[in-house]
């Protein structure tokens, strides 16, 4: 299991497409990371399961 992983989301306000870089050792979590395009705050939403699978999910502030 790759603890560091890239994955790209869309950016909620402008719609680009944006590389977060993830880390799955400290487990599920939830930060802001503004978009690298139009700087507005995106709250990122990381889940991993109990065989360190990943999903992530990126919301406006108003939606999260």
Not at 7 to 24: K, M, N, S, W
Request: proline residues 5%; glycine residues 6%.
């Amino acid at each position: 299991m790759a603890l560091l992983e890239f994955q790209d989301i869309e950016c909620p306000y402008c719609g680009e497409p944006i590389t977060l870089a993830l880390d799955a050792s400290a487990g599920s979590q939830r930060y802001i990371e503004d978009c690298a395009v139009c700087c507005r705050p995106i709250t990122v939403v990381l889940e991993v399961d109990d065989n360190g699978a990943t999903a992530v999910v990126g919301y406006a502030q108003d939606d999260a």
